[in-house]
C-alpha cells in the first residue's frame, strides 16, 4: 500500500525518519529538555525495540509481549559509545525497509500476526506508522529546541 509506505518512509506530513537521527553529536542525542523523561537516544532505542519486537513477531511464532513498558527504554539518557548511537541508526534505517517492504504486499494484510490479539500484519504496520510518528514528532521538537533542526537529510522548517 503506497500510502503505508509513504508514512513509514517519511512522505506526506511525515518527515523522514532516518534524516530526524541524523547530523546528531553524542551530546545531543543524549541531552534532556527541561521536565521530559526521555533523550533522542531513549528515542531511538525504543523505536529499535518495537520495530524488533514485531518483525520477530511477524517472521514467528509470536514474541510474548514484555511485562513492563520500562523493558522497551535504555537506562541511561546517553548512547554508550559513538559505535552503539551508529549501530542504533543503521538498526532503525534496516527495519525500516523491511517495514516497507511488508507493506509492499498488501495481500497478506490479513495474515495473523498476534493471535491472542487478533492482530493481523495490516494491523501491526498500521500501528508502527502511529508509534513511529508519535516518538518521531517528540524528536523533530527536541531538535527544534536544541536549533538543530532541520537536519541536513530534509525537514520542514515552518
Given at each position: 500500500m503506497t500510502v503505508l509506505i509513504e508514512l513509514l518512509r517519511g512522505k506526506g506530513a511525515h518527515a523522514d525518519p532516518v534524516a530526524c537521527f541524523e547530523g546528531?553529536?553524542?551530546e545531543l542525542a543524549g541531552r534532556r529538555l527541561p521536565r521530559?523523561?526521555?533523550s533522542i537516544w531513549q528515542m531511538l532505542w525504543h523505536?529499535?525495540?518495537w520495530m524488533d519486537y514485531e518483525l520477530r513477531?511477524?517472521?514467528g511464532p509470536e514474541v510474548s509481549y514484555p511485562e513492563h513498558a520500562v523493558i522497551s527504554w535504555?537506562?541511561?539518557p546517553s548512547p554508550p559509545s559513538a559505535e552503539a548511537w551508529e549501530a542504533g541508526r543503521k538498526q532503525f534505517s534496516r527495519q525500516l525497509?523491511?517495514?516497507a517492504a511488508l507493506a509492499g504486499n498488501p495481500a497478506d494484510f490479513g495474515r495473523m500476526v498476534h493471535p491472542?490479539?487478533?492482530e493481523t500484519l495490516g494491523d501491526v504496520l498500521w500501528q508502527l506508522v502511529a508509534h513511529n510518528s508519535y516518538h518521531l514528532g517528540q524528536v523533530v521538537?527536541?531538535?527544534r529546541a536544541f536549533d538543530v533542526w532541520p537536519p541536513v537529510g530534509g525537514g520542514d522548517s515552518w
Amino acid at each position: 500500500m503506497t500510502v503505508l509506505i509513504e508514512l513509514l518512509r517519511g512522505k506526506g506530513a511525515h518527515a523522514d525518519p532516518v534524516a530526524c537521527f541524523e547530523g546528531l553529536t553524542l551530546e545531543l542525542a543524549g541531552r534532556r529538555l527541561p521536565r521530559t523523561q526521555q533523550s533522542i537516544w531513549q528515542m531511538l532505542w525504543h523505536l529499535n525495540y518495537w520495530m524488533d519486537y514485531e518483525l520477530r513477531s511477524i517472521a514467528g511464532p509470536e514474541v510474548s509481549y514484555p511485562e513492563h513498558a520500562v523493558i522497551s527504554w535504555p537506562e541511561g539518557p546517553s548512547p554508550p559509545s559513538a559505535e552503539a548511537w551508529e549501530a542504533g541508526r543503521k538498526q532503525f534505517s534496516r527495519q525500516l525497509d523491511q517495514l516497507a517492504a511488508l507493506a509492499g504486499n498488501p495481500a497478506d494484510f490479513g495474515r495473523m500476526v498476534h493471535p491472542t490479539a487478533g492482530e493481523t500484519l495490516g494491523d501491526v504496520l498500521w500501528q508502527l506508522v502511529a508509534h513511529n510518528s508519535y516518538h518521531l514528532g517528540q524528536v523533530v521538537q527536541m531538535r527544534r529546541a536544541f536549533d538543530v533542526w532541520p537536519p541536513v537529510g530534509g525537514g520542514d522548517s515552518w
